[in-house]
């Protein structure tokens, strides 16, 4: 708690800081709730900590998690581009309700140019944050180049 503290203190009164740090617990507290059972293994190493899923031991899961912690499955409507949200449809792959999702990228940047890459009607997992009155990914993409080798 001392670290959150001193974190805190830092911050200041930056308050986009303080939202996005909000959001970065919120995604540790959940990360900590996972009772993966037999589909995930973590593995503690020297170099730090992996953690591999059985995708299709998460799937099956997911209408339970979702009706618990107010996540959404959703498709994107068209592929990513140089923004850092994009338009899906809500709970459905094909046409419903539209809703605008925000998405964090690792290092700036945009979704075109961001890991993983987003398609349209890619599946992703969405969230509702009340405070903030905006959808987010629970993904965190990572910003990246193409190198053009062939």
Known sequence: MAGNEELLRF?????AAVRKLNIMVDRL???QNINGGDFINVNRTGGGTSISLSME????????L??????????????ADNHSFI?????????????????SIAGGGNLEDATPRL???????VKY????????????????????CS
């Not at 338009?87 to 792959?93: P, Q, T």
């Open 87 to 103: 338009m899906c449809y809500k709970d459905v792959d094909t046409t419903g309700e539209e809703i605008l999702v925000n998405c």
């Open 119 to 125: 398609t349209n009607g890619k599946r992703i997992f």
């Open 11 to 15: 911050v200041g009164a930056n308050t």
């Open 57 to 64: 031991r998460v799937l099956e899961r997911i209408p339970k």
């Open 129 to 148: 944050i009340e405070e903030l009155g905006s959808w987010y990914c629970t993904t965190v993409f990572q910003a990246s180049t193409d190198c053009g």
């Open 66 to 79: 979702a009706a618990a912690d107010g996540v959404h499955v959703a498709y994107p409507t068209a592929d």
């Open 29 to 31: 507290q959940a990360l």
